[in-house]
């Protein structure tokens, strides 16, 4: 989708949802940060950190960004870095790692699973004796204790240090529906409360001639589905239907799995309220209800629907509306409370954690002194460095308030978005930062352009009802030759799921098929990708212990 979208997208491993920095600005950071404690002090005067890092082609190099010239005056450790083109990353780390040309550390470079692969050539270093010695990162996992259970390997050693974003679970929100008020103001209704109450008001939408130009092109509920995948590690939902079927008693997620208080895991893509859900849809589909084209619709070209001279659609399956319409077309889209149905309510949360990467910084055996180069690292946990390092420098991005909490300086340098400066100034998204929840109004302001969706899902009623729903974390490790299954096993199972709700709801024919759907999942390996999760979930539990 835009911005917002495009970001978290990638971002299920790599979300960043605000702008970002730029400029030389001589400011310092700020003052009451700690990042100067726990660095190291020894100075310049030793060899620089060699560490490879992906660059986009709207970055600058690091040595010239703001926020590493103005970390280095703190840390007192300079960086010797090695970037990649981001486009071919996996491809040159890969080349490393079999050539053991290796750099003293890879950031924003590996996941689990290419870290777990080499665990026994040696490659890696554990860091679990260092932690303590790291009072930043300490202060993190004592905060959040589950944490580091994530970034606990199924050897028992912990190889990385993680990237953490906390945002009120914007990303493991499924999206939000929202429908067009002035439509429903015109018809004197109210927003609608019930599944059907939806339905009928959809109908009126597009039975009447709305936006009075004398066509029938008004659509009832549009969403782009073109490019949806399921999946582990997915963010399918914000484009597709499967909060709907909590409707009718168990929504489905973004790899059709849920997990229930005992840490049972479950599909959720082959119950009755899948089934039942999905005859429904159809019904909308077959009475015109539901776009006609959402199958071939993606992001752009659901914008260009939305962003119509003659308002044509009534309602909107998305993830931000805010990034789909411009700000004044935006206002008059407004979400819908989470709808009630027969058997139950619309949404559910995805099986997605705001600790993002559980590696975002891993040592090689190529490092010469680890506790200097974890010490540089352990800074950039300071509250105040991880928003810097993330989303752009004091005295550029940011300026403190008369309370001392960061918040958004004027565009610089003739760039239009805050997110051009992130792009340009800062390594951004993807480090070895944590940004929490509770930094937000004390340490720096919720990210200006994701306010509109915190309040869309306090709206609906996503944080209170599902935030705190359990989950199973897509980062969770996996034995390397479990992982390789899994890999081959979803490639066919996600296909047959994907390719029968897209056929049911547009073609009907669920009760013909539902037998031959259920025996196909099952000889495709589904019940099996389900054990391999239960095993490394309650491995998780047990690592919370």
Known sequence: MKKMVAIICTAIMLPGIIAGCSSNSSNEPSANNKASESANTKGNSEAPIRIVRPKSPQNLPAKDMIWYKNYTKVSGIDVDWKEIPSESASEKVNLMLSTGDLPEAFMQTLDTSMVMKNVDQGIFLPIEDYIKDMPNFSKVL???PEYKALITAPDGHI????????MYGLISNQGILEI???WLDKLGLPIPKTIDEYRDTLKKFVESDMNGNGKKDEIGLALANKDV????????NANDFGQFFGLW???DRNDSMGVDANGKVFSTSTTEAYKTGIKYLHDMYKDGLIDEEYLITDTPKLQAKLRNPDVIVGSVMTFSISDMVDKERAKDY???PYLTGPGGEFGTRENLVEMHNPVAFVLTKAAKDPARILKWADGLYDPSWSVQTNWGPLGYQYKLNDKGVMVFDDLKDGLKTYNEMRSRNTIGGGSPIAVLTDYYDKVVEYPQDAKRLLDDMKAVGFIDKHLNDPYIPHTIFYEPEVADKMALLSAQVYQIMDNNRRKWVTDG??????????KDLDKAGWYEIIGYVQEAYTRYLENQK
């Open 229 to 236: 995948t399921s999946g582990i590690g997915h963010w399918r």
């Open 509 to 518: 024919g669920i009760d013909e098929d539902w037998d031959k759907y259920l």
């Open 249 to 251: 008693g168990q929504a």
């Open 142 to 144: 004592e905060e959040r």
């Open 180 to 182: 067009y008020k002035p």
């Open 159 to 166: 190889y990385g240090l993680p990237y953490i974003e906390e």
């Open 334 to 336: 407004v979400a819908v």
